[in-house]
């Protein structure tokens, strides 16, 4: 018995020992996957994080150049204001200039029985009066001048700014809807999900596979270039040409949307890659379905009765894009 026992011991043992190699090449597993997935939620949160700062930051931007705006309009009215009254003084001395001139020669004329008419006196008193009446029309003039001079430069700063404000507006609004498409969830990951999005029937949607080279290739209203791939960094660089101008973007990430303003758009045209691999990429081009003229409501009632027809799906984008033009 005793001789059994001795045994059947090491034969345990053995067993422990499988059975915790089993254990650890299981949970050595389960352990990287988790790990995995707390760094990709840390870097999302990040990611969110960062992006709310600069909506946070831009709209900060936007109300302080609002206020300037709203200051240099208040200092244009009173300018205005300011210039308006010089105007009408001067017209108001303009108008009592002749009466000023006149005014002397009223006693010669009362008097024209005791006075001679050839009497040089009433001559002698309104020359001064031309001179003073001169200087002071030449004197509201030139603050006349100096006020047209300073309003003008008032209304190119306002000009100005107001170009400036337009430029924060745009990228605000690009950086709220960037984030607004992130959080929201309306970027595709795979065929399907593009599937779902092209049900819903608001956008032309054009699948792509873009190689490493200079050439162009047309994808819907674009015409895009792969430079370069970073599959460990899930990156990538690549050339477009909106409106024949050639245009850049580096180390543009998995999943990012690139947001595109056309000239002829009334949203903007957004580029998304949702899969990369060493000197190739996957991805799509999702643009309006209507141009900006075509939101006139004369445009609009024209072209109502194609609406239903005008969509491309994206089986036809994708074979399209198998053969650029």
Do not use: C
């Amino acid at each position: 018995m005793e001789e059994y026992q001795e045994e059947q011991a090491p034969t345990q043992q053995e067993n422990r020992n499988r059975w915790a190699d089993i254990r650890s090449q299981i949970n050595r597993p389960l352990v990287v996957v988790l790990a995995a997935l707390l760094v990709f939620l840390g870097v999302s949160a990040a990611y969110s994080l960062h992006e709310r700062a600069v909506v946070r930051d831009l709209r900060a931007q936007s109300a302080a150049t609002t206020q300037s705006m709203a200051q240099l309009q208040s200092r244009v009215n009173t300018l205005t204001a300011q210039l308006q009254g010089m105007t009408q003084a001067a017209q108001a001395q303009r108008a009592t200039a002749p009466a000023e001139q006149t005014a002397p020669e009223a006693p010669a004329t009362a008097a024209d029985s005791s006075v001679p008419p050839a009497d040089p006196a009433p001559v002698v008193k309104s020359t001064p009066t031309k001179k003073h009446a001169g200087k002071r029309g030449s004197t509201t003039d030139k603050r006349y001048a100096q006020l047209q001079a300073q309003l003008a430069e008032q209304g190119k700063e306002l000009k100005d700014t107001q170009q400036q404000m337009e430029k924060y507006r745009s990228d605000l609004e690009g950086n709220i809807n960037t984030t607004r498409t992130e959080l929201s969830g309306e970027i595709a990951k795979n065929h399907e999900e593009l599937v779902v999005l092209e049900k819903k029937g608001e956008r032309n949607y054009y699948e792509f596979e873009l190689t490493k080279s200079k050439q162009f290739q047309r994808v819907g209203p674009l015409s895009l270039s792969l430079r370069k791939t970073d599959t460990k960094h899930k990156s990538y660089d690549f050339s477009m040409l909106v409106d024949d101008n050639e245009l850049g973007k580096k180390k543009v990430n998995l999943y990012e949307p690139v947001l595109i303003h056309t000239e002829s758009g009334a949203q903007p045209v957004q580029i998304v890659v949702n899969h990369i691999d060493k000197n190739l990429v996957r991805g799509y081009v999702s643009a309006p379905k209507y141009k900006q003229a075509e939101l006139t409501p004369a445009a609009a009632s024209a072209t109502s009765p194609a609406a239903g027809t005008s969509a491309t799906s994206v089986h036809e984008a994708a074979a399209s894009a198998q053969h650029p033009q």
